[in-house]
């Protein structure tokens, strides 16, 4: 039966060559079509999703209106927000971070522009990092600490160094205490040095929205009441 249906087919697709050609032809785009979306969602809807606990992580947004009385939201938050809201009941940790480009410097021998981040110690308590060599640690709060990546860590050294070389960035050194793998291409957290916020007080003394800020709540916090508590921590900062 199948092998009759499997002829009859076949002898088909050779009497219609040029009608078979350009069904085949389009079934074939449009399936790859399809492989490449469902791969595009998929991307998108795990972006950094793959941290433990990653449903109980929430970023904090600026929300503003523009010249046009437009809406806007933004990733941006003042930088005294995650001190305070690290001392709520039901916040496991809070963190802030911002960017910094500047050249880097080991061993005597100077590289091009870095993107670094310049984040508190509670980073690695919201996110997961896979360290190859040391770890962040509680001494990562002291203003001379680093972190680098598998990558960096290759290109600096040619190789994954397990001891404590330094670093020269944005003029001060840094000793790096930690070597951690590459984050995935769909994570916020794709820097390649990471240095100490306490290295910049003038920035942690701003009071303009400089900051990326996020903060991770306990396995027992209630989401509604939690988020409620956080608003009003950071509502009550903006009026002092």
Known sequence: MVANLLKTA????????????????????????????????H??????????????IYRIYSVYNNLDNEVQKVGLSMGRFAPAIAELPDVEAACR???????IAADGKRYAETTA?????????????HWLA?????????????VVSRSLS?????????DVPTVTFAGR????????????VNSEMRFDLIVSVNAFPFMLQQKSNEFHTFFKLTPRAVPAAALAAVDRVCKAILKS
Not at 15 to 21: A, C, I, V
């Open 10 to 41: 076949f002898r088909s697709i050779l009497k219609n060559r040029t009608l078979s050609l350009f069904s085949i032809a389009g079934l074939a785009m449009a399936m790859a079509a399809a492989v490449l979306l469902l791969t595009y969602v």
């Open 43 to 56: 991307f998108e809807t795990h972006f950094d999703t793959f941290h433990d606990g990653a449903d109980r």
């Open 97 to 103: 971070f911002f960017p910094v480009v500047n050249e």
């Open 117 to 129: 981040m310049a984040a508190d110690a509670a980073l690695f308590d919201i996110f997961d990092f």
């Open 134 to 146: 040391g770890t962040a640690g509680a001494g990562f709060s002291d203003p001379g600490s680093a």
């Open 154 to 162: 290759v290109k600096l050294w040619g190789r994954i160094r397990a």
């Open 173 to 184: 050194e840094f000793q790096v205490v930690g070597v951690f793998e590459d984050s995935p």
